[in-house]
């Protein structure tokens, strides 16, 4: 059975950080593209930042200079480090891992993250 569970989201005040995980399972972890996502109320999932390997990511314009998205193939998890957080970030955070050799999707449950002004 296929599991992403994420942890690390929180309240936290604006110019703040967080560090999201997301921990998989059930799954060949290098054979997937690992990205994070996230959903505002009211507005659609939207891509923030999505890694194949060490020097191949890609960001959200919103989030360049501010986010870095890692993984640690060794421990099957991924991280979001969230720095200078700004109050329209706040939303849900989802993980997702793409099959690179396959067109199997996965998501998780999403972790709340909120930035206060």
């Known amino acids: 059975q296929v599991q992403l569970v994420e942890s690390g989201g929180g309240l936290v005040q604006a110019g703040g950080s967080l560090r999201l995980s997301c921990v998989a399972s059930?799954?060949?972890?290098?054979?997937?593209?690992m990205g994070w996502y996230r959903q505002a109320p009211g507005k659609q999932r939207e891509l923030v930042a999505r890694i194949w390997s060490a020097d191949s990511t890609n960001y959200a314009d919103s989030v360049k200079g501010r986010f870095t998205i890692a993984r640690d193939n060794a421990k099957n998890t991924v991280y979001l480090q969230m720095n200078s957080l700004k109050p329209e970030d706040t939303a849900v955070y989802y993980c997702k891992a793409d099959g690179i050799m396959s067109s199997r999707v996965y998501w998780g449950q999403g972790t709340q993250v909120t930035v206060s002004s």
């Open positions: 059930g799954i060949t972890f290098t054979l997937h593209a």
